[in-house]
């Protein structure tokens, strides 16, 4: 029996991406090509087992999907080490991506997610009591 005459295994449906390569640090952009964020971790959950296919029943492999993009204090942890405690994550959920190329693009505004409350929070009570804060320079 010969490679080629081996059959190809089942490809998952949808589209196949590394998390790595793809997806970690990567920046993320709003609707309107704002930035937002960029990408620290990623949430999965598992395909359900009703859809799996012959080889992962026989293996054991299960077939996972991004949930959610999670991003937070995920610099501090890495210089002084340790671990961040799931509280700190803000979670960009994956319906709200539209497009995965060289950033992630999503639908909606980046004001909408609670991934922006720090910049709301230093806009509203800190830059808007400078002089010059309230309006976009001319």
């Known amino acids: 029996m010969t490679a080629s005459s081996l059959p190809r295994p089942p490809r998952p449906r949808g589209r196949v991406l590394d998390a790595r390569l793809h997806l970690l640090s990567r920046q993320v952009l709003d609707r309107h090509d704002v930035p937002v964020t960029t990408i620290d971790d990623l949430a999965f959950s598992p395909v359900p087992r009703e859809g799996a ?6 293996t054991g492999a299960r077939t996972y999907v991004v949930d959610a993009l ?3 204090a995920a610099l501090v942890v890495r210089v002084f080490g340790g671990r961040a405690p799931t509280s700190v994550w803000e979670r960009v959920g994956w319906q709200h991506v539209s497009d995965v190329g060289t950033a992630i693009h ?4 980046g004001d909408e997610l609670d991934v922006t409350w720090t910049e709301r929070w230093v806009r509203d009570k800190i830059i808007r009591h400078i002089p010059g804060g309230r309006h976009d320079p001319e």
């Open 53 to 58: 296919h012959d080889r992962e029943e026989v």
């Open 106 to 109: 999503l639908g909606v505004d």
């Open 70 to 72: 999670l991003t937070g």
